[in-house]
């Protein structure tokens, strides 16, 4: 069977490429340096060799930030360009950590410079869960030649070697620091009491996950409104269906790769989870899971909410270059503010979905869906 | 004002039973003993225990409404091994519960009762069919089921003197009969509901721990089962709402 929907690149064929990924490594022109001078405005770490790992700066004077990229309109070509020409360079996290602690803490870009052991040489890599880097070099030095520009929250979050990661992670959050800086400064070991380096792409879901947990503690109580809504929206050949339903907090996401896209193969192919009040266990949807579930609970919690939540992510061959799991984060933000579709009963919703996907293989994939219409509520036994 | 010592064994039986349902409720506590009843949050299922002051190792108690944080309760029993035995002091107008075992000494801030669901009425039901079976069998039938689906009928054919559990996944089936001489009782009445496996895999894994579980049963109607917890001192009665067959 093909794995390729849960696999999106790690490697679970046993081949030493993934052979969707390969098909980008042909298409760019390098121009290659033993040296770089210029911005760096993020930092990345791999999890190849994990607790041993590598990591470095993220060398780039374009904009490294996805929200800034979806605000200006960047279209996938311009994406994958960008990125392209975007140097990883990694060492061992001794020589790199405290350059790489300058520039996650930095809320601009720091200026760099670094010395590579070898010219930068093409090595794009794709997965579901980060965006795609194009040129890697071994880094033998670096030096910062800026300041980094601390904002107060992050300062004194980072400064506090008591808090706890998760504590650290939502107070951030909560004093409206991005979601894609915390992820950063999570990976470069910057927050927590026992602080290490995280692999970005384990980062970047821990944060989600995190942020999560803490969104779903305070809207705990919030009151249900009644009515059936729908929100979608594309971003990238992504469509995203989110169904808010009444009733406490459960959801569930079905992810259809249609044929010839990405990871989809010869045919269509759907995966599923979701989740009641707690979650165990990683995803087989991997990060988007996670990201999409991140979008939902802030509406939510901004509302002043609560709801069931379904969310149907639709991958057409569009999607042709894997972005990383902020895609999905900002296309379900922007489906969920799209004025919503009202449904008078769950079967209109229903057959408003079907109709936006143009098929109905989401409903059978839905184990949520079933036992919205077939479970009874005791009160349903309670005469007069 | 609640003064009391109990085994950590049963108060851990005692928390089991409500954390299958809920993360929080309001705990009746009078010289009575202490019970509660709460719906989850989907109102499908519905849990009422009462454990006797007889339980308790001592037990003085003035009649009072506890506001108790069952997730937070659940990991302080982790902390307690068997045989130990915990005390329960709460003074008067006091908003902090003293937890005492082994030396160890938690002091909980109990919730506002207020910001937990009120208890809810009891239905009133209609449930002829009546069988008594071991939980142990009950929880194996449930688990057998859940590996292929996410939904489990229950029922008794009184032409074959049976009664059965069967689940259907996308593919599979599973049936298992217990006829009268594996069950202690069973009543000769038609009834037959479907009922969702999310909710009876938490609540079986309680009720595996009881030598005899009642189960009462209607047609297309909500299962109520009815056991015993701390040696006959303690009662629970578990309530679920059926699913409707699919069209």
Known sequence: MKQCGTCKGRGFCGLSQCPVTSRFYASLSISPSSSYMGGAPSVFVGSTGYPRVRGGPLLTDGSDNPEHWVHHKFGIDDIVRVRAQTIRG?????????????????????????????????????????????????????????????ERPVERVTSDTDLRATEAVDQLYREKVDVHRIQQLFTSGLLGVRRRIVPTRWAITAVDDMIAEGLKQRIRHNPTPEGIRIHTATLYGNQIICLLLPGPWAYEMIEIWDKNSLWGGEKTSIIRDGERERKSGYSPIAGAYYSARLAVLELLEQTGHMASAIVVRRVSDEYWAPLGTWVIREAARAALKTPPLCCPDIDTASRTITALLGSSDWLAASTHFRTIRTQKTLFDFISG | MLKAAIDADIFRETIDVISALVTECRLQVSDAGIQTRAVDTANVAMVSIEVRPEAFTSFTATTQELGMDIAKMKNIIAMMNKGDL????????????????????????????????????????????????????????????????????????????????????????????????????????????LFSLDYLKDMGKVMSRATQVEVLLGNDHPVKFLFDIADGKGHVEYLLAPRIEAD
């Open chain 1, 90 to 150: 990694t060492a061992e996290a001794s020589i790199t950590c405290e350059s790489m602690h300058e520039i996650a803490l930095s809320s601009r870009p720091v200026d760099v410079e670094v010395a590579f052991e070898k010219p930068v040489r093409f090595d794009l890599t794709f997965d579901g869960t980060l965006a795609p880097v194009g040129l890697y070099g071994s880094i033998t030095s670096i030096a910062v030649l800026d300041n980094a520009r601390v």
């Open chain 2, 86 to 193: 915990l005390s329960l002091d709460l003074p008067e107008d006091g908003h902090k519960l003293a937890l005492t075992f082994r030396g160890y000494k938690y002091s909980i801030t109990l919730l506002d009762v207020n910001t937990i669901r009120k208890e809810p009425n009891m239905p009133n039901l209609d449930l002829p069919g009546r069988i008594i079976l071991s939980g142990n069998a009950l929880n194996s039938a449930i688990k057998a089921a859940s590996v292929i689906s996410d939904k489990i009928a229950l029922g008794i054919d009184p032409t074959a003197g049976i009664f059965y559990m069967e689940a259907e996944g996308d593919t599979d089936q599973i049936r298992l009969e217990m006829g009268k001489d594996e069950l202690e009782s069973l009543s000769m009445t038609e009834a037959r509901s």
